[in-house]
């Protein structure tokens, strides 16, 4: 069964740092883009931050500057480290996936979500 499994988030004071972790398991044969998103109380899930399959990345404007997603083919995990962290970062973190499930087919996965409360 394929699933993305994340890990990293937690409490953290204004200011500090986290890193998250997306790890993909299962059949898998690669994966294209591979994001993550996150949804505030009260809120629509938004896009965080995308990595494409050669390294291009994508960033939303409240979060530029201060968080960096990078990524690891030969392990197909998904990391995001973020710095200077705010009240305003408080959401549940998602990750998300374009795993190749078989040589020629392409499906779309999401993580359990991680909660991400940043205190003031």
């Known amino acids: 069964q394929v699933q993305l499994v994340e890990s990293g988030g937690g409490l953290v004071q204004a200011g500090g740092s986290l890193r998250l972790s997306c790890a993909a398991s299962?059949?898998?044969?690669?994966?294209?883009?591979m994001a993550w998103y996150r949804q505030a109380p009260g809120s629509q899930r938004e896009l965080v931050a995308l990595?494409?399959?050669?390294?291009?990345?994508k960033y939303a404007d409240s979060v530029k500057g201060r968080f960096t997603i990078s990524r690891d083919n030969a392990k197909i995990t998904v990391y995001l480290q973020m710095n200077s962290l705010k009240p305003e970062d408080t959401a549940v973190y998602y990750c998300?996936?374009?795993?190749?499930?078989?040589?020629?087919?392409?499906?779309?996965?999401w993580g359990q979500g991680t909660q991400v409360p940043v205190s003031s």
């Open positions: 998300y996936a374009d795993l190749w499930v078989t040589s020629t087919k392409v499906r779309y996965y």
């Open positions: 299962g059949s898998i044969f690669g994966a294209n883009n």
């Open positions: 990595i494409d399959s050669v390294g291009t990345t």
